[in-house]
């Protein structure tokens, strides 16, 4: 994406299209919904996202599906 055309935007001179929304947040490695964030406190990196989404779904396993996905990723760290 040319650097005139986003500081057309950020001047107000240009509007987006979803698909120029979709391509920025992927550029700065966040979801689309926190382009509409108008507090850098609650802007994450992908990577946040993704760990607190992985945490998220450890909450809700018992104990006998955490050691079963711990396995999982032993053996994937194994592979690689």
Same mark, same amino acid.
């Given at each position: 994406? !040319?650097?005139?055309? &986003?500081? $057309?935007?950020?001047?107000? +001179?240009?509007?987006?299209?979803?698909?120029?929304? /979709?391509?920025? $947040?992927?550029?700065?490695?966040? +979801?689309?919904? %926190?382009?509409?964030?108008?507090?850098?406190?609650?802007?994450?990196? +992908? +990577?946040?996202?993704? /760990?607190?989404?992985?945490? !998220?779904?450890?909450?809700?396993?018992? !104990?006998?599906?955490?050691?079963? &996905?711990?396995?999982?990723? %032993?053996?994937?760290?194994?592979?690689?």
């Amino acid at each position: 994406m !040319d650097y005139k055309y &986003l500081g $057309a935007i950020e001047r107000g +001179e240009k509007n987006l299209t979803l698909t120029n929304i /979709e391509r920025i $947040a992927k550029g700065l490695g966040i +979801e689309i919904y %926190q382009l509409f964030l108008f507090s850098l406190k609650g802007v994450q990196t +992908e +990577e946040k996202t993704t /760990e607190i989404k992985i945490k !998220d779904l450890l909450n809700m396993c018992g !104990d006998r599906e955490k050691t079963f &996905l711990l396995r999982i990723m %032993q053996g994937f760290m194994e592979l690689k």
